[in-house]
T-cell receptor, first 113, second 114 residues
Framework: NAGVTQTPKFQVLKTGQSMTLQCAQDMNHEYMSWYRQDPGMGLRLIHYSVGAGITDQGEVPNGYNVSRSTTEDFPLRLLSAAPSQTSVYFC????????????FGPGTRLTVL | DAKTTQPPSMDCAEGRAANLPCNHSTISGNEYVYWYRQIHSQGPQYIIHGLKNNETNEMASLIITEDRKSSTLILPHATLRDTAVYYCIVRVSMIYNQGGKLIFGQGTELSVKP
């Protein structure tokens, strides 16, 4: 198993540009989530999905869209990038069962100029 | 989810046990204690979790006090590769938790020194 994969690893955008961060998992996990991590802070939940076709907002959803058309993929879209979205983005997945644990991807480091 | 308190940093000599404390005095009866760690620039990694009994796996041991208001993560023989930020997280079971949301605090930065 490759686990949770994220692409790209690094990205630089200009203010106002849009892009999609990719996340995929090959463990047949139902739950998938996107977090962002800013310097000196813990991870904050952006959006999550409890299964294909079902998504919901986390703590900091503004400026981001998600969709979940398949179990494997959970892309995160930045509609119009802003410098405040400069961060490290982590995708995570889990089976969604009681006492479950989450598996995190390696992260995407995004800089918005 | 209950709030946790951890020391911001700790040092440990290589080969010795690292004992990382966590206070969670407002923990509820249905909340589990989870530990994750984040090695520099990598995604968080699950270590161990428990409800009320002590737990051990290949990575670490988790000691939870009888009143469940605090816990200690023990890395029995710390190596340089254990240098990381360790997060203690308290949360309800997945089925009541929005998407398995994890609330990460500041964690403890553990430095293992030769």
């Amino acid at each position: 198993n490759a686990g949770v994969t994220q692409t790209p690893k690094f990205q630089v955008l200009k203010t106002g540009q849009s892009m999609t961060l990719q996340c995929a998992q090959d463990m047949n996990h139902e739950y998938m989530s996107w977090y962002r991590q800013d310097p000196g802070m813990g991870l904050r939940l952006i959006h999550y999905s409890v299964g294909a076709g079902i998504t919901d907002q986390g703590e900091v959803p503004n400026g981001y869209n998600v969709s979940r058309s398949t179990t494997e993929d959970f892309p995160l879209r930045l509609l119009s990038a802003a410098p405040s979205q400069t961060s490290v983005y982590f995708c995570a997945s889990s089976r969604g069962q009681n006492q479950d644990t989450q598996y995190f991807g390696p992260g995407t480091r995004l800089t918005v100029l | 989810d209950a709030k946790t308190t951890q020391p911001p940093s700790m040092d440990c000599a290589e080969g010795r046990a690292a004992n990382l404390p966590c206070n969670h005095s407002t923990i509820s009866g249905n909340e589990y204690v989870y530990w994750y760690r984040q090695i520099h620039s990598q995604g968080p990694q699950y270590i161990i979790h428990g409800l009320k009994n002590n737990e051990t796996n290949e990575m670490a041991s988790l000691i939870i006090t009888e009143d469940r208001k605090s816990s200690t993560l023990i890395l029995p023989h710390a190596t340089l590769r254990d240098t990381a930020v360790y997060y203690c997280i308290v949360r309800v079971s997945m089925i009541y938790n929005q998407g398995g949301k994890l609330i990460f605090g500041q964690g403890t930065e553990l430095s293992v020194k030769p």
